[in-house]
C-alpha cells in the first residue's frame, strides 16, 4: 500500500510561481511511476505531468509544457511539480498519483493510477 501527501499548494497573482510536493510512503519508491492530475468541480480529472521510476520518462500535458516541471528524488520518496508562469485557468485542485509501472501507451489516464494523495488547491488570481 502507498499513501501520498501532498502539499504547497496556496493563492499566487497570474504569473506567480508555486511548487508542490508529493511525499510517498513504503518502500521501493524507485519502482513507482507518479502523476499530477488537477480536477476542477465536475470536470474530469487531467493529467498534468507523470514521470518513470527511473525518471527517464516524462510526460506534459501540451498546457503546461514550458511552465511546469516535474522532478523526483528516490531517496527522498518525493516528487515536486515546479510550476512558473502560473494562470487563472491552472486553478484547480491538483492530486499525486502513483502506479507500479509508467504507462507508457496512455500516461495521462487517470484510471491507470492506483493510489491517490488528498489534494492540495491552487488558486491563481487575474
Known amino acids: 500500500q502507498v499513501q501520498l501527501v501532498e502539499s504547497g499548494g496556496g493563492l499566487v497573482q497570474a504569473g506567480g510561481s508555486l511548487r508542490l510536493s508529493c511525499v510517498a510512503s513504503g518502500r521501493s519508491f524507485n519502482n513507482y511511476a507518479m502523476g499530477w492530475f488537477r480536477q476542477a468541480p465536475g470536470k474530469d480529472r487531467e493529467c498534468v505531468a507523470a514521470i518513470s521510476g527511473s525518471g527517464d520518462n516524462l510526460y506534459y500535458a501540451d498546457s503546461v509544457k514550458g511552465r511546469f516541471t516535474l522532478s523526483r528524488d528516490n531517496a527522498k520518496n518525493t516528487v515536486w511539480l515546479q510550476m512558473n508562469g502560473l494562470k487563472p485557468e491552472d486553478t484547480d485542485v491538483y492530486y499525486c498519483?502513483?502506479?507500479?509501472?509508467?504507462?507508457?501507451?496512455?500516461?495521462?489516464?487517470?484510471?491507470?493510477?492506483?493510489?491517490w494523495g488528498q489534494g492540495t488547491q491552487v488558486t491563481v488570481s487575474s
Open positions: 498519483a502513483s502506479r507500479r509501472t509508467f504507462p507508457t501507451n496512455a500516461p495521462s489516464s487517470a484510471r491507470l493510477y492506483s493510489y
